[in-house]
DNA sequence: ACTTTTGTATACTGTTTAGTAAACTGTATA
DNA sequence: TATACAGTTTACTAAACAGTATACAAAAGT
């Protein structure tokens, strides 16, 4: 499992607890609704949170949710909804840009939005 | 879990049989390492496989691997770990393609394929 | 008829996931 | 100095996941 993701939670953390204390351990966990012990562990890496909470605690921490679940190695259900309604396109469409660089995915992005956005 | 993975492999595996007495449950068991009762619970909706399996499922069927997985509710570690790479830009790009129709990701995919392909 | 082969039912197993509960330790502070 | 709050440690747990092992009944060969 990911060591990063309790770091990451735990810096972000610690930067907002310096404009308000809000943000001790135990006021984050009250507000997932996780004990104390299971966010001291959530930070130190040895254990990951389900997705509904870690998406709960990306707002709470004012972070993208997908941001979050990435470092926790996970792609939210809503996204692999998306995917597995048509597997072979976004299959096709997911390795052909995996290696491209971000200007590539930006342009494609910002090609695919025309039409409706 | 999908009750419909199963129905599939089932009918897939009963096609193959048509033509070769090698796709009998017991057979396709042996070939992806499995006990012919797991095998059978597959086919019955009780059980999913695990990923690697579902891909060696996906070899003996002669199937699109990320067809089968999508019929268990799941993408494949390899797409989930470029997604996770990038995931501001994936999911950006995966929400803006989730309600297009085929041909717009066809589309996109040809003209993502330009450069590198 | 019998004996292989096929699919199935049942019960059990180890592992992982996602947590809880309680007690402990250090720190600040009134 | 006691009491409040902070983070941590340890031990435990319920449910889900990914299967195995055994035994059995029906069908197909020979």
């Known amino acids: 499992m990911d060591l ?31 004990q104390p012990s299971f966010m001291s562990k ?12 870690i998406i709960r605690l990306a707002g ?12 926790a190695g996970k792609v939210s259900r809503e996204l692999r909804d998306l995917i597995t309604r048509r597997p072979r396109l976004f299959g096709r469409l997911i390795r052909r840009l995996g290696n491209a660089p971000d200007r590539e995915l930006l342009r494609v992005i910002a090609d695919a939005g025309e039409k409706q956005a």
């Open 4 to 34: 990063n993701f309790g770091k990451y939670v735990k810096s972000k953390r610690l930067e907002l607890l310096r404009h308000s204390s809000k943000y001790t351990l135990r006021q984050v966990a009250l507000a997932l609704k996780v």
């Open 42 to 53: 959530v930070e130190h890496g040895l254990v990951l949170p389900s997705e509904p909470k």
């Open 60 to 71: 709470v921490l004012q972070e993208d949710p997908d941001v979050l679940l990435a470092l």
